[in-house]
């Protein structure tokens, strides 16, 4: 292939899953129906939360933006694979592709802030009590969640700004269903080493900064819980962090997985499946995570819907 460009790139091609006609209506019906569940329970989320006075405390304004985040996240790559094995064209232009990855690391990174807002939030909860509501003003909570949007834009401009740097070759083939960076980088026909530093650099830091935040916050919160003398309380208290653990579980789990299966296998299709447990369903098990044992998203749901 020869050296190009970027000017001279107008479309880039992404192979997906399969080119198998019947795979690919049983691939488009899966992954149509896990969005209209990831839009549909993330929205009922949202819905509950606004609707019902009393969610209105940080912990649920918090949970109300992590599920629009989850949303909009899902909705950078999902919408456009399922538009393109519906046309049988498997093409993205070379702006919508970065435009793609831009959005997807605002959504990712406002994700990965949140959780560990949220998690400084039970800290608050469980450690002080006491100053719970003075601490955890509205102002303080709009605050934080900005912080987390501009943090993750100035992230992603980063991103995209080192691989608008790169020059690339005149045919571009991405063996999967989005533009997934590392996929992206490796297609470069110029040095990459810079880029790759610097990717390497705020992935760490903007990764395992909230990462570590989290560790800490749970590491004064199990203290805390186990002085509790009732059993009753200890059970409330450790409850309110379940739901939020196992989203954390997940998230990072998940991510650590498509970070191996890029830099360990050489096949595409695993590194394809593991983005779709990245992207597709830890966004859409999180409202269940949230509602299955929550009592109070469970009556807010039901006074959602006329019951009772």
Known sequence: MEPGNNTGISEILLLGFSEDPEQQSLIFGHFLSMYLVTVLGNLLIILATVSDSHLHTPMYFFLSNLSFVDTCFTSTTIPKMLVNIQTQRKTITYAGCITQMCFFFIFIEVDNFLLTVMA??????ICHPLHYTALMTPQLCGLLVLVCWVLSLLHALIQSFMVLSLSFCTHLEIPHFSCELNQVVQLACSDTLISDLVRYFVTVLLGGGPLAGILYSYSKIVPSICTISSAQGRYKAFSTCASHLSVVFFFYGTG??????????????????ASVMYTVVTPMLNPFIYSVRNKDVKRALRRLFGRK
Do not use: M
């Open 120 to 125: 400084y939030d039970r800290y608050v909860a």
């Open 256 to 273: 650590l997985g498509v970070y191996l299966s890029s830099g360990t296998t050489h096949s595409p299709h695993s590194s394809a499946t």
